[in-house]
């Protein structure tokens, strides 16, 4: 019912920043309630980094990425984007995007995207 693709991942300098992009494809009948991005480092658990909710635009961040990492969303597009500023090589690791639809607790995924911060 919803297919997630992301984009933008690279190999980027510590200090340097990147914009992730996620863009959902729907069905009709169904409309995106919480989208979120995930990230995984190696030998670790996958981590929340940010959700931002359909109706109010509510943001949440990990404390991690907090006042560095930005979530946005435009509803009309399905897309959900990650603009990540001063990374650094803790922040490295595959970032996933997530979505869930109303009136279903059913979590999407798409395959991730590389994000590698180098110091």
């Known amino acids: 019912q919803v297919q997630l693709v992301e984009s933008g991942g690279d190999l980027v300098q510590a200090g340097g920043s990147l914009r992730l992009s996620c863009a959902a494809s729907?069905?009709?009948?169904?409309?995106?309630?919480?989208m979120r991005w995930y990230r995984q480092a190696p030998g670790n658990y996958r981590e929340l980094v940010a959700a931002?909710?359909?109706?109010?635009?509510?943001?949440t961040y990990a404390d991690s990425v907090k006042g560095r990492f930005t979530i946005y969303r435009d509803n009309a597009k399905n897309t959900v984007d990650l603009q990540m500023n001063n990374l650094k090589p803790e922040d490295t690791g595959v970032y996933y995007c997530?979505?869930?639809?109303?009136?279903?607790?059913?979590?999407?995924w798409g395959q991730g995207t590389q994000v590698t911060v180098s110091s």
């Open positions: 729907v069905l009709s009948t169904v409309t995106i309630n919480v």
């Open positions: 997530a979505a869930d639809a109303f009136g279903s607790a059913y979590e999407y």
């Open positions: 931002i909710t359909r109706t109010a635009g509510a943001k």
